[in-house]
T-cell receptor, first 113, second 119 residues
Framework: GQQLNQSPQSMFIQEGEDVSMNCTSS?????WLWYKQDPGEGPVLLIA?????ELTSNGRLTAQFGITRKDSFLNISASIPSDVGIYFC?????????????FGKGTKLSVKP | GAVVSQHPSRVICKSGTSVKIECRSL??????MFWYRQFPKQSLMLMATSNEGSKATYEQGVEKDKFLINHASLTLSTLTVTSAHPEDSSFYIC???????????????FGPGTRLTVL
């Protein structure tokens, strides 16, 4: 099945640094979602985006829905050790009210104290 | 709110046996539940979508006779892996979608996953 192009694949950063990751697609989505997954756990929803151009924050996290509706980015400011985990973007196609999510391959974030 | 549980969290079984995994939405009614499979260091791959009271819709390449899905109520869906083999070993995650608190009805809330190991 189709997957989103998510980058970078992994990041090693120092505590306190800012982080940026993004997802791109050849298809248009009407919803973009960002999840975090800890080892051995299910994904937890961080931010949901519904409109092109939308910029939404959740604490130190900020995500934007690209104008073209084919991309999204997630920023984490002032990273802390508990930010460690795998971050997934997910897109949902137009016309589906509770439709399928297409997931990116994930960005593994490691934070050095 | 929007809590989804899975049981068991971990199961080890012998090849040829069947394993049932339960997915429950604890504080909301899930009109749709999804089942995903995740191999180590990989992303989530959708296996099937089920609506309460209807037959599940399986993704291409997923054998419906091997992965039996039942969505008998608005709070419970089960996935049964029949005649399991070592290649079925994986992390199985369910999600549920429905009206839930501040999130839009589009949101899927994920369970904690079930680690299946087939010997």
């Amino acid at each position: 099945g189709q997957q989103l192009n998510q980058s970078p694949q992994s990041m090693f950063i120092q505590e306190g640094e800012d982080v940026s990751m993004n997802c791109t697609s050849s298809s248009i989505f009407n919803t973009w979602l960002w999840y975090k997954q800890d080892p051995g756990e299910g994904p937890v929803l961080l931010i949901a985006l519904y409109k092109a151009g939308e910029l939404t924050s959740n604490g130190r996290l900020t995500a934007q829905f690209g104008i073209t509706r084919k991309d999204s980015f997630l920023n984490i400011s002032a990273s802390i050790p508990s930010d460690v985990g795998i971050y997934f973007c997910a897109g949902q196609y137009s016309g589906r009210s509770q439709g399928n999510l297409i997931f990116g391959k994930g960005t593994k974030l490691s934070v050095k104290p | 709110g929007a809590v989804v549980s899975q049981h068991p969290s971990r199961v080890i079984c012998k090849s040829g046996t069947s394993v049932k995994i339960e997915c429950r939405s604890l504080d909301f009614q899930a009109t749709t539940m999804f089942w995903y499979r995740q191999f180590p260091k990989q992303s989530l791959m959708l296996m099937a979508t089920s609506n309460e009271g209807s037959k599940a819709t399986y993704e291409q390449g997923v054998e419906k006779d091997k992965f039996l899905i039942n969505h008998a109520s608005l709070t419970l869906s089960t996935l049964t892996v029949t005649s399991a083999h070592p290649e079925d070993s994986s992390f199985y995650i369910c999600s549920a979608a429905g009206l839930a608190g501040v999130w839009s009805y589009n949101e899927q809330f994920f369970g904690p996953g079930t680690r299946l190991t087939v010997l």
